[in-house]
């Protein structure tokens, strides 16, 4: 979850994960899906090694102020993000399926978990398996490809999140204190962070991006602050982006210190 640019330029951090009981269109067809602790330390996927390299090939321009080129773009992506984490999630012997994706121009939108929230930029909601990406007037006046990227790949984290049992296992938990539900909600995030960075760098060399492009990413990252720690998100996200793996990614077993 990313605030949007306009929120970095204003110092207002915007963005929220929606989260439910349901899992529409995952069926355990490769083995059953792990709960509890399992999913969250022992989890199979941290299992998989790297992720295969290069499967985006050809990354489409963007057009300033084009909400259908932004549209365009988020689907290349997606794209991406589905042919990557299939072929992970196969490995570990999980079920995968694709998520659901919207683009909406207005606030209020419904998007499974009730309306699309004033601030956000994009959201996943566990209810529907559904991304939905705000893209505003005013959103598409300061987008460019890195932010689109990085924001879809962080969203779709918490789909493999879905998908492997962990984010089922986060929500069906009872927390006894706002203290404790809280650290376990930068847990899962700063988990995404990491299994974004773990994606986009298996794809940054087919994409012939340059290590300042990955400077940038991180410096939009760190206002996430929601997230955790500014240190922490860029320690997140940079691990997976140097290890290409999700066995880079498990915040439930990391030091305190690593998801504050």
């Given at each position: 979850?990313?605030?949007?640019?306009?929120?970095?330029?204003?110092?207002?951090?915007?963005?929220?994960?929606?989260?439910?009981?349901?899992?529409?269109?995952?069926?355990?067809?490769?083995?059953?899906?792990?709960?509890?602790?399992?999913?969250?330390i022992?989890?199979?996927?941290?299992?998989?090694?790297?992720?295969?390299?290069?499967?985006?090939?050809?990354?489409?321009?963007?057009?300033?102020?084009?909400?259908?080129?932004?549209?365009?773009?988020?689907?290349?992506?997606?794209d991406?993000?589905n042919?990557?984490?299939?072929?992970?999630?196969?490995?570990?012997?999980?079920?995968?399926?694709?998520?659901?994706?919207?683009?909406?121009?207005r606030?209020?939108?419904?998007?499974?978990?009730?309306?699309?929230?004033?601030?956000?930029?994009?959201?996943?909601?566990?209810?529907?398996?559904?991304?939905?990406?705000?893209?505003?007037?005013?959103?598409?006046s300061?987008?460019?490809?890195?932010?689109?990227?990085?924001?879809?790949?962080?969203?779709?984290?918490?789909?493999?999140?879905?998908?492997?049992?962990?984010?089922?296992?986060?929500?069906?938990?009872?927390?006894?204190?706002?203290?404790?539900?809280?650290?376990?909600?930068?847990k899962?995030?700063?988990?995404?962070?990491?299994?974004?960075?773990?994606?986009?760098?298996?794809?940054?060399?087919?994409?012939?991006?340059?290590?300042?492009?990955?400077?940038?990413?991180?410096?939009?990252?760190?206002?996430?602050?929601?997230?955790?720690?500014?240190?922490?998100?860029?320690?997140?996200?940079?691990?997976?982006?140097?290890?290409?793996?999700?066995?880079?990614?498990?915040?439930?077993?990391?030091?305190?210190?690593?998801?504050?």
């Amino acid at each position: 979850m990313r605030p949007p640019i306009i929120a970095l330029l204003c110092g207002v951090l915007a963005s929220v994960l929606f989260t439910g009981t349901a899992s529409a269109g995952i069926t355990e067809q490769n083995g059953p899906v792990p709960t509890g602790t399992a999913a969250l330390i022992h989890n199979p996927i941290y299992k998989t090694g790297k992720l295969d390299p290069g499967t985006c090939q050809q990354e489409e321009s963007l057009s300033p102020g084009d909400r259908e080129s932004a549209r365009v773009y988020l689907e290349f992506v997606l794209d991406c993000l589905n042919d990557s984490w299939r072929r992970q999630l196969t490995k570990a012997k999980l079920p995968f399926a694709k998520p659901r994706f919207e683009t909406t121009s207005r606030l209020g939108f419904p998007t499974g978990c009730g309306p699309f929230p004033k601030g956000a930029q994009a959201l996943y909601c566990s209810r529907n398996n559904k991304i939905t990406f705000l893209l505003s007037p005013g959103i598409l006046s300061q987008a460019n490809e890195l932010f689109l990227f990085q924001t879809m790949a962080h969203e779709y984290g918490h789909h493999v999140q879905q998908l492997t049992g962990i984010m089922r296992t986060y929500t069906s938990r009872k927390y006894r204190t706002d203290k404790e539900f809280l650290t376990e909600v930068r847990k899962v995030e700063l988990q995404a962070e990491c299994l974004s960075g773990a994606f986009t760098g298996s794809v940054w060399r087919s994409l012939n991006r340059r290590p300042s492009d990955f400077t940038y990413v991180l410096s939009y990252a760190r206002s996430t602050a929601s997230h955790g720690k500014a240190q922490n998100v860029a320690y997140w996200l940079t691990r997976g982006f140097e290890q290409e793996s999700p066995g880079a990614c498990n915040t439930f077993s990391a030091p305190k210190s690593k998801v504050a």
